[in-house]
């Protein structure tokens, strides 16, 4: 799972196994190991909410979808889940393989439906 911060906006990117993870086990986190604290980043199915939601403790940024949404997601064809929750835009996608040149291990993005950059 990537995430990308810039100012109130918090965009997650998750390939195919991390979608299946999150329908199986209702939540995917990653973190980032400093050499005094950590950082982290979860995505968490939750009962009883109408749209994506978030909250930072600990070091920690965690944002919930709707559990009817985190079990279903997977076998959709639903790209993206977006709210304004507070004064945030959360943004929730499925990763596409890059059209450009990349380092990265992309084999469990999905297919881009686009053809140009």
């Known amino acids: ?44 199915a939750k009962e009883g909410i ?17 559990k ?6 997977y076998d959709t064809d639903n790209i993206t889940y977006k709210n304004i929750f507070e004064k945030l835009l959360l943004l929730i996608e499925k990763d596409f393989v890059c059209l450009d040149h990349t380092d990265e291990d992309q084999s469990d993005n999905y297919a881009n439906p686009s053809t140009k950059c």
């Open 1 to 44: 799972m990537k995430i990308r911060i810039k100012g109130n906006t918090i965009r997650l990117r998750l390939v195919k196994t991390e979608v299946k993870q999150l329908q199986e086990l209702g939540y995917v986190e990653e973190k980032t190991e400093f050499s005094s604290s950590e950082f982290s980043y979860r995505l968490e």
């Open 50 to 66: 109408q749209g994506l939601e978030a909250m930072f403790t600990a070091n920690k940024i965690t944002i919930f979808l709707p």
């Open 68 to 73: 009817s949404e985190a079990l279903n997601w």
